[in-house]
Nanobody
Framework: VQLQASGGGFVQTGGSLTLSCVVSGSFYVVHNMAWYRQVPGKQRDLVARITLRHDKWYADSVRGRFFIFRDNVKKSIELQMHDLKPEDTAHYFC??????????????????WGKGTLVTVSS
């Protein structure tokens, strides 16, 4: 299972960016998908999550500014980020809970991660 994230970049305060992430490989179902972010030296924090049924959760710091969407056919998610602030600067990581063949006749859940994409917001 591979997660390919894209869309990071440099933007001024108040600007917008959209991050995208696509799941590929061999799997049965993609359950929850999410975006995390991490600043060097600090823990990785959950930013937004979306379930298979499109139920959404947002961190308080981004609620009302960030919006997460998913396409179950394309196995992808998108994070639309608006009114960006310098404190949003971080590496953003795509995450997915993926059901795969366990090679023993059953299935297992895999917590898959993409490589980070850097978002820089200038003041």
């Amino acid at each position: 299972v591979q997660l390919q994230a894209s869309g990071g970049g440099f933007v001024q305060t108040g600007g917008s960016l959209t991050l995208s992430c696509v799941v590929s490989g061999s799997f049965y179902v993609v359950h929850n998908m999410a975006w995390y972010r991490q600043v060097p030296g600090k823990q990785r924090d959950l930013v937004a999550r979306i379930t298979l049924r499109h139920d959404k959760w947002y961190a308080d710091s981004v609620r009302g500014r960030f919006f997460i969407f998913r396409d179950n056919v394309k196995k992808s998610i998108e994070l639309q980020m608006h009114d960006l602030k310098p404190e949003d600067t971080a590496h953003y990581f795509c995450n997915a809970d993926v059901e795969v063949d366990d090679k023993r006749g059953g299935v297992e859940d895999v917590d898959a991660w993409g490589k980070g994409t850097l978002v820089t917001v200038s003041s």
